[in-house]
């Protein structure tokens, strides 16, 4: 599905030619077809009897690193899916790869390149919030039995929980939002689904700079305070209601930011700062963009090597050793640092 929505993308932008998809399924052939695009059946075909300038991989998790460690040899530059690996021993040597070589790598978040993220970044570093102290985050959605999601066993073992294959989101927001996260505690539970994997999660974050965080998490929650029912980036996710929710609030000494509404609540006169003064409450404006074409766009500026990747491998590296911090603070009840990695096995998704 991704790797359909990065071929239109492509095929949308006059600075770019799709010069090539890359399927061993019969069907992909026939595809690329329709998009006049030659088919090959395996990547390393394709690096040594196309010219190609960049290559985006829309393939399943396991194969990323190998498939970027492909591209990094031919010296092609690679957008590359999140999770950026399986494991987070394969993302290490997928970075070291990309550094020996000077190759750039771009990680699939692409919630960075939409408008929400930034303007929070900016308004957060410009100081209007004062000094972050705390930050309360949800991701409470309901993912339906009937729809055959967990058909597939590995969604009901582990690696195949929300905190594998959810969090690593959210993760990457929080890090560009607040900084870097040194720590985690966690608890889980499969109450509702028993499972063998997590269908809940509470978490807990400490960031560098001494602020506090706190997350709540479920797949199997009847809720939309998630980022894609709130933001609106993804049109397959229908809001019920019109009024606007947040799924994230950003409090500092000065000030709060909810986000994706950016309503902001700050003291009118900073020397008087009390539970018992009003606030004075403002919207900071939003551009609508699409983040996967802004992404699209970003990467070609990389390719060119007018800009360096927004979102690099150590990000998701980074991104991928915090989610299985948390995975391991909830099998052991302990706050774990995130300063070493606590379990270079976790599987993400």
Sequence with gaps: MIGRRHAELIRQRADCVLAAIVDPAPAAADYARTLDAPPFASLGEVLADAALDGVVLATPNQLHAAQALECIAARVPVLVEKPIADTVDAAQMLCAAADAAGVPVLVGHHRRHGAIIAKAVEIIAAGTLGRVVAVVGTALFYKPE???????????ERGGGPILINMIHEIDNLRALCGEIV?????????????????T?????????????????????ASD???????????????????ADDCYLIAGTHGSLAVPTMRIERYGDARHRSWHEP????TAP???????????????????RRATPLVSARDG?????????????????????????????????
């Design 183 to 199: 720590a985690v505690q966690a608890f889980a539970s499969n109450a509702t689904r028993r499972f063998a994997v997590e269908d």
């Design 286 to 304: 939003l551009d609508v963009v699409d983040p996967l074409a802004r992404q699209l766009a970003h990467f070609c500026d990389v390719i060119r």
């Design 225 to 243: 305070r998630s980022w894609e029912h709130t933001s609106g980036e993804d049109a397959r996710y229908r809001k019920a209601h019109t009024d």
């Design 317 to 349: 590296l980074r991104n991928l050793e915090i989610v299985a911090a948390i995975g391991e603070a909830a099998r052991s009840g302990g706050v774990v640092s995130t300063t070493t990695s606590p379990e270079k096995n976790a599987q993400a998704s």
């Design 279 to 282: 606030f004075v409450k403002s």
């Design 146 to 156: 009937s729809e055959g999601y967990f058909d597939e066993a590995w969604r009901r």
């Design 201 to 221: 999660a509470a978490i807990a974050l400490r960031f560098a700079d001494g602020a506090l965080g706190t997350f709540m998490l479920s797949d199997t929650a």
